[in-house]
């Protein structure tokens, strides 16, 4: 059984991302966690510079053990101004440095991860 990791990015508690993702997955077994709780910061791009990335002192790391445990991954993130959510956004920007942190096999793990996306949308009422 693939084992299924759900990246909530909304800044809601039970909000629409979150129930959406409830009925998408009801009855199958996931690991979800809320990127709110957790501290990234932002990323600070030193892919060009000779001695590369900083050590950052954060929780992004958790994270990415996390992802490089399990085989499909479901981004779920509300729309704000047209893209995905700021929690998400810094999230996704930090991959950068995994991608030249030494530490994971990051780019190699990713190719064999099945990857969805779960973005809910709501019309206006009236």
Same mark, same amino acid.
């Given at each position: #059984?693939?084992?299924? &990791?759900? &990246? %909530? ?18 009855? @199958?077994?996931?690991?979800?966690? %809320?990127?709110?709780?957790?501290? *990234? ?25 996390? @992802? ?15 893209? #995905?959510?700021?929690? #998400?956004?810094?999230? *996704? ?16 793990? #990713? ?5 969805? @996306? %779960? ?5 206006? @009422?009236?």
């Amino acid at each position: #059984m693939a084992k299924i &990791l759900v &990246l %909530n990015g909304s800044s809601r508690e039970n909000g629409n991302t979150e129930q959406l993702t409830d009925v998408i997955l009801e009855g @199958v077994s996931s690991t979800r966690i %809320n990127i709110r709780d957790f501290l *990234i910061q932002p990323i600070v791009d030193k892919r060009h510079d000779p001695e590369g990335f900083t050590t950052v002192a954060d929780d992004y790391d958790q994270i990415i053990e996390l @992802v490089l445990q399990h085989d499909v991954l479901i981004f779920a993130t509300p729309i704000y101004w047209y893209g #995905m959510s700021g929690h #998400m956004k810094q999230f *996704i920007d930090r991959w950068s440095q995994s991608l030249r942190d030494t530490r994971f096999s990051f780019k190699e793990e #990713m190719k064999k991860k099945k990857a969805f @996306v %779960n973005y809910p949308t709501a019309k206006a @009422v009236g």
